[in-house]
Each structure stands twice: as C-alpha cells, then as structure tokens.
C-alpha cells in the first residue's frame, strides 16, 4: 500500500469514529417514542404537532385536568403530595406541570408587550386574581409539550426539534384556540377554561395555556 492510500485510509477511519451510529428502531412508534422511528436526520416539529394535536396533546389534557380550585387548595395543603398525584414532569430535575379547568372570570387585559396575558378570577368569584391567562400573540413555556406522557427528549435525535416543538404546540394553541377572540373586549366576561401551567413555586403567579376557551353569552 502506497502513502496517498494509508493517508486516505486514515482519513476514512477519522471519519467513522466521528460519527454516530443511531439505531432505527421503529418498536419506538408503539411505546410511546419517536413516531418515526430513531434514525439519522429531523422531524418536522410542525407537522408532528398538527399530527397529535387531536389524538394525543388535548385528550392527554382533558383526562388530567382538575379542578383549579380543588387543585389550589391540595397545593397549599400538601405541595409535594400534590404533586406527585396530579402533577406530571419529565424527570426530578424538571418542574411539575398540572392540566387545570374551571369556570373564569377576566378582570383585566394586559396587551403592552407581545405576551399578552388576562388577569383571571377562577368561581366562585371574589374579585380577586387567582391566576393569569396567556393570550398572545406570542405564547411562552413549555407545559403543553411537558405534560404529554408520549414523548419526551429522548424520543428525538434532533434536540432542535424538541425545542421546537413547544412552539408549535404553543402554534396549535393560537390556531384553534385564540385566533378568533378579540380580547379588547372580553374583561368582565365569564368563560369554561380548560389549559395547562408549569408550577413554579407558591410566590410566582401562575400562568395558564389555554387548550379550551369558550366564552359564556
């Protein structure tokens, strides 16, 4: 063998050790992983929220949601009980999230900055904020993604991706949720609210993404 054929040789052997052999193991599809099968290359974050929107973010939500009221006082109760039983996260490092719903009342609309939120009065009312609403137009954190059993981090070989996707989600919400409600008008008004919040601690105001907002006549 020459020297322009071991040169060549070490440099295709440089290469392969910098690879990473990921295994393509579609057995992932029914066990709650990448509905795509772990392989070399990305998943269009938007397409895969559009394809489990219905089938598994929103009913994943419906049959976690408790009461806010209910959930509230466990939490002043109990946290770390509280937590455990109705709480979801994807491991001790990360916080909790709670799917919550309950009768709301809008006390006021802050649009000043492009995460726009509404000061909600959860029944029986009292006239005091008990939590707050996102509205937009832009949606922040990640609760919507965090609280779906289905998927997790691991379930991606692109990260990128699974940041990705807590936007989309957040897109989904925008979509079919707020893009028809003006909310200049809506204080005073009373809605069913079914929504998701990562708990961050007794002193910071919770903050709820709506999956479902249906105002009252």
Sequence with gaps: MGIKEIILCGVFGAALLSCTVVKNDTSQKDAGGNPYGFSIGTID???????????????????MA???????????AGEEGTSEEYGYRLSERNSYNFAVK???KLLSIDTS?????ASLDVYP???????????????????LRDIQSGISP????????????????NNKVK?????????????????????????EGSDRVITITPVRLEFKD
């Design 125 to 143: 009312f009292d006239g005091t904020e008990d939590c707050r609403l996102r509205i937009g137009p832009v949606l922040q954190g990640y609760a």
């Design 45 to 63: 974050p938007k397409g895969y929220a559009n394809e489990i929107w219905d089938s598994m973010v929103v009913p994943r939500v419906e049959e």
């Design 154 to 169: 691991s379930s991606f070989v692109n990260q990128v991706d699974w940041a990705r996707l807590a936007t989309e989600l």
């Design 113 to 117: 900055s492009a995460s726009g939120s």
């Design 102 to 104: 309950g009768t709301v």
């Design 66 to 76: 408790l009461d806010f009221k209910i959930l509230a006082a466990d939490m002043e």
């Design 175 to 199: 979509e079919t949720v707020l893009a028809e409600i003006d909310f200049s008008g809506m204080a005073g008004k009373e809605a069913e609210l079914l929504g998701v919040f990562t708990w």
